[in-house]
């Protein structure tokens, strides 16, 4: 054997090792080790919060732990570059959100893009923003708000977590269907907006149940409208903004997301866990009193919600001219 025909033969011999390790773990995955779901943003968070209750599930499920591992920054923004260069082998995965797939990529450059570098798995979960008013206020109804925000000479303002937030966008788009004239107040996230609609600073606001709803019980802030998809949520009595505007929506949502090139047997593994769990009576008892429900599909609906996702917001934040901090 000659020396170039050893080193090729060498070389070959390097590669099928390295491909039939590559392929082992899709078949015995998840025995090797634990697995990592990284999270774009901080814990306790309504995305945090959701993906600890899966985590827990998996491991139940596989008897192998998965490990949730908050890289809180730009949107989830860290989180997606991380999971973008880790290895595809179902070790590493992501909790994406809305804002991370959706929206950031609209509003701005990232390093990464949602559909290329990532295999989508399993759609998990959704939860409504809530259209409310201090309670304090004159404002006791969708009806005078809109009658309010339409007056002669009037501005009322809404607040939000930050330029480019689902609930900027989501108040802007209100603003656009509803014909009302409202000044948009940012923050550095939703406690500080929550402080000043309670105090009555602000005029209104689109907040998670999670956030809304506590103050709604202690008498602080008064539900208006729920900008679900689906009616019915958000209490008796409470219209659907999406009945009065069709198509009106904001839902933040999340999924479970791998680097490019998760094998398909982890990946259907994965996609069937996720919607046995999601479709159990105690898991959605735990998300409920959270306002999240349980939103799933095959991985190829997880891709195209992504699309449609952000074709909708693409267009909120050209009418609107949204442009990011």
């Known amino acids: 054997m000659t020396a170039f025909n050893k080193r090729a033969f060498l070389l070959g011999s390097i590669a099928l090792a390295a491909s039939t390790a590559f392929a082992q773990p899709a078949s015995d995955w998840p025995a090797a080790k634990p697995v990592t779901i990284v999270v774009g943003f901080s814990a306790g968070g309504p995305t945090d919060v959701v993906a600890r209750i ?17 890289k809180a920054g730009a949107s989830g923004g860290v989180a997606a570059n991380l999971v973008k260069q880790a290895a595809p082998d179902g070790y590493t995965l992501m909790f994406g959100s809305s804002s991370t797939l959706s929206i950031i990529p609209t509003l701005q450059k990232t390093g990464y893009d949602p559909l290329r570098d990532f295999t989508a798995i399993a759609l998990v979960a959704s939860y409504p923003y809530f259209l409310v008013a201090p309670a304090s206020s004159s404002i006791t109804s969708l009806d005078e708000l809109l009658k309010q925000g339409r007056a002669s000479g009037s501005q009322l303002s809404y607040g939000s977590a930050g330029n480019g937030a689902v609930n900027h966008l989501a108040g802007e788009w209100f603003k656009h269907e509803a014909k009302i004239n409202a000044v948009h107040v940012p923050y550095k996230g939703d406690s500080a907006a929550v402080t000043d609609l309670v105090a009555g600073r602000l005029d209104f606001a689109f907040l998670a149940g999670s956030v809304a709803l506590p103050q709604v019980k202690a008498g602080k802030m008064r539900v208006l409208a729920s900008a679900s998809a689906v009616a019915g949520r958000g209490g008796e ?53 959270m306002e999240q429900y349980a939103f799933t599909g095959t991985p190829q609906q997880f891709t195209d919600h992504i699309k449609t996702q952000t074709e909708r917001w693409a267009s909120v934040i050209k009418t609107s001219n949204i442009k990011a901090d």
């Open 237 to 289: 009595g409470v219209p659907t903004l999406g009945d009065r505007y069709p198509g009106f929506a904001a839902e933040p949502w999340n999924g479970l997301m791998g680097p490019k090139g998760v094998p398909e047997p982890i990946v259907a593994k994965l996609n069937a866990a996720v919607n046995e769990i999601m479709a159990r009576p105690d898991v959605l008892a735990r998300l409920g009193p």
């Open 54 to 70: 899966v985590a827990e599930q998996l491991s139940t499920k596989f008897k192998q732990s998965f490990v949730v591992d908050n």
